[in-house]
């Protein structure tokens, strides 16, 4: 199926393995950015799904490589099909007791990083479904999913487009 | 890795108005830690930042900005916020920051008009 010159993706995967440092959290924004606009998603849904994954970034930088900040990496991995885009934050890091989440000790321990303890709750508002999987001295994975604009939309856009009323 | 980030301090009437272009993320907040802290040695009272030509704002541009509206909280001052896009309004409104003494403003005009 050709949607406006663009070839569909179709069991595509693509994966972003980057540095697990604050300068690389830009270039995984700019990657999903990409993906995201050639998937015919709303300017508004980029964004949400950019801050999604620019937000999963920053955590596995914050948290995940405390004492071995320089060799830790991220591999954002990101899949399509006809009904979503979903991608995956993964890091190789110490994990963490999601028990932590939403307590006076997770609020403090952001502040004392100049967070507001936001991230994920940013990711659970912006994506349709969100998952978090986290193995102490393993890693943490945050799976994420934005559902992709109904395709009977995008062909009545297609048919206006394609037949101005003249 | 060059990020198109850039920030810049002056004042009006003894009002520090710190204006911000870019994105402003993990990577640069520190930056904006410091000139946001220089800002509050010189008033403690009001603090315009703007916004205007910021792109894309995280979680951690949004604490360093909480921080320092923290800092203002102690006496009673307040941060003024120009902020014109629909993208960065929305994460405020998900933040909860707005509902704070972080005062949402369209102008640079507008901000200076509220603190004077």
Known sequence: MIINGTPEIKDNVIIVNLPATSEYVSVARLSISGIASRLNFTVEDIEDIKIAVSEACTNAVQHAYENHAKTGRIEVKISTDEEKLEISVRDFGSGFNIGILGTEEQKKRSEEKLGLGLGLTFIKNLMDEVEIQTIPNEGTCIRMIKLRPLQHHISAIQLQKNQPLD | ?116
């Open chain 2, 1 to 116: 890795m060059q990020s198109d980030f850039n920030i810049e301090i002056s004042s009006n009437d003894s009002v520090p108005i710190v204006r911000i272009w870019g994105e402003v993320d993990i990577h640069n907040c520190p930056q904006l830690n410091r000139v946001l802290s220089d800002a509050l040695k010189e008033n403690d009272r009001s603090l315009v930042i703007n916004l205007e030509g910021v792109d894309y704002i995280d979680s951690t541009g949004l604490g360093t900005i909480a921080h320092a509206a923290k800092i203002l909280a102690a006496t009673q001052g307040i941060v003024q916020l120009v902020c014109t896009k629909p993208q960065i309004k929305k994460i405020f409104e998900i933040s909860g920051l707005s509902q704070k003494n972080v005062n949402l403003v369209s102008s640079e005009a507008a901000a200076l008009g509220v603190t004077q």
